[in-house]
């Protein structure tokens, strides 16, 4: 057992309004700059929707990621070591700022300066970047707009997956955001892509940070980045990626995101694991057991055989203390209600998620209640206007078991807590309700 320190983050997507404070905070603190226009460290997107960049979640067109070869070993799907570095000269799996979406201003001045017409003035969108009218056809939240039963199928391929299993009529169309930082990975696709290896993982809390330095443009790591989350900056030329906000975690303050987030839905918290073990959890065979390989990586931080280790492996008194009060283990490991997003690219991401409870469609049509209120959730976890299946494709590689058990604990403890503060006899025989 080699015992390592992670800083983790846990969102409950439940909470999330989608009012893009912390994606804006993020911004001003770390990308206001010339050649991040187009930067989100932290995105909120749209869900079911194209994502941010679009389609960034289809790899077999971007190459992110990693996947096992013949033998079984872990093999980035960017391709061999010589692909990727004749790659270098023309790379083929890049998105260009139309994936990203072109950042526009508008063109005031017109405004300002027409003449006394009959018909009101317009400001015509401006790029950004090339300072041009821009054709604003798509942004990354387009999809607010455009929901609908069957025409979200074509603009979400998850969706699309599972357009035989699920209803998708209008009455049935759902909607939830998902937040979205680099998954600071404990196995990361993007530093094994990248050739002058100036990506590298801090030993002492595991933050992914590029090497600003080392970097010499490449771009092969936003190719090797199957969640699409390093930036080229095209003024300095050099690759750019959120920092978990290490200059602030380091003194002991929040990340941006998590102090202004305005639905307080992001927990943050120190994971002990053990990194021997790492490299076989992310190759099982079987994608849906790739979550609870990444879970079994975890280590208990209150078993005294990994106190010891830790403390041998120098890991600090209050980095333990820190592991054991952890809200993000009790979520993960304890709760079992937060889950990681795409377990099948293999790189074992440590920013996991609650999946949202929605109400359940048929026990709503029939009473007007909660499904809780009714009694009959637990029955009817099939039956909620979020499909189980959408969410099993985001969050356990498919495997529709964990993302069942997480929800029926939620709802369990939402009834739980529903029955205290009206004053009620909570009924303790409802799974999740107690524990
Ligand atoms: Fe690297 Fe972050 Fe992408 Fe993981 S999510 S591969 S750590 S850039
Ligand atoms: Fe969601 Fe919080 Fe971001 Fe608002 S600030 S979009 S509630 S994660």
């Known amino acids: 057992m080699r015992v390592m320190a992670q800083l983790a983050m846990v969102m409950n997507l439940d909470k999330c309004i989608g009012c893009h404070t912390c994606s804006v905070t993020c911004k001003q603190a770390w990308t206001n700059r010339g050649g991040t226009e187009y930067v989100w460290?932290?995105?909120?997107?749209?869900?079911?929707?194209?994502?941010?960049?679009?389609?960034?979640?289809?790899?077999?067109?971007?190459?992110?990621?990693?996947t096992l070869n013949r033998r079984g070993r872990l093999t980035l799907k960017s391709g061999s070591r010589m692909k990727r570095l004749l790659n270098i000269f023309a790379n083929p799996d890049l998105p260009t700022v139309s994936d990203y979406y072109d950042p526009w201003s508008y063109d005031y001045d017109t405004l300002l300066s027409a003449p006394a017409v009959d018909t009101t003035p317009v400001a015509r969108p401006k790029s950004l970047i090339t300072g041009e009218d821009t054709k604003v056809t798509w942004?990354?939240?387009?999809?607010?707009?455009l929901g609908s039963g069957p025409e979200q199928v074509g603009r979400d391929p998850l969706l699309a997956r599972l357009s035989d299993q699920v209803k998708l009529e209008f009455e049935q169309t759902f909607m939830f955001y998902l937040p979205r930082i680099c998954e600071h990975c404990l196995n990361p696709s993007c530093g094994a892509s990248c050739p002058s290896g100036a990506i590298y993982k801090r030993a002492e809390d595991g933050i992914v940070l590029v090497d600003q330095d080392k970097c010499r443009g490449w771009r092969q790591c936003i190719t090797g980045c199957p969640y699409k989350k390093i930036y080229f900056n095209h003024k300095t030329g050099k690759a750019e990626k959120c920092t978990f906000c290490y200059p602030r975690v380091e003194v002991g303050i929040p990340t941006v995101c998590s102090e202004t987030c305005v639905g307080r839905l992001r927990y943050i918290g120190v994971m002990l694991y053990d990194a021997d073990a790492v490299l076989e959890a992310a190759s099982v065979t079987d994608p849906e057991q790739l979550y609870?390989?990444?879970?079994?990586?975890?280590?208990?931080?209150?078993?005294?055989?990994?106190?010891?280790?830790?403390?041998?492996?120098?890991?600090?008194?209050?980095?333990?203390?820190?592991?054991?009060?952890?809200?993000v283990y009790k979520l993960i490991v304890d709760y079992k209600i937060a889950l990681p997003l795409h377990p099948e690219?293999?790189?074992?991401?440590?920013?996991?998620?609650?999946?949202?409870?929605?109400?359940?469609?048929?026990?709503?049509?029939?009473?007007?209640?909660?499904?809780?209120?009714?009694?009959?959730?637990?029955?009817?976890?099939?039956?909620?206007?979020?499909?189980?299946?959408?969410?099993?494709?985001?969050?356990?590689?498919?495997?529709?078991g964990p993302v069942r058990a997480a929800l029926q604990r939620l709802a369990g403890m939402r009834s739980f807590m529903r029955s205290i503060n009206l004053g009620q006899e909570p009924d303790l025989t409802i799974p999740g309700a107690v524990g």
């Open 292 to 327: 609870p390989s990444q879970l079994a990586v975890f280590l208990n931080p209150h078993d005294p055989r990994v106190i010891t280790e830790a403390e041998r492996a120098g890991i600090s008194p209050e980095w333990i203390a820190a592991a054991q009060d952890s809200p």
């Open 139 to 145: 942004g990354a939240n387009w999809d607010d707009d």
């Open 345 to 400: 690219y293999r790189t074992m991401p440590m920013v996991w998620y609650v999946p949202p409870l929605s109400p359940v469609v048929d026990v709503l049509a029939e009473t007007g209640h909660d499904g809780e209120d009714a009694g009959n959730l637990f029955g009817a976890i099939d039956s909620l206007r979020i499909p189980v299946e959408y969410l099993a494709e985001l969050f356990t590689a498919g495997d529709i």
């Open 41 to 66: 460290f932290n995105n909120v997107e749209t869900r079911p929707g194209q994502g941010y960049p679009r389609q960034y979640q289809d790899q077999e067109k971007w190459k992110g990621g990693w």
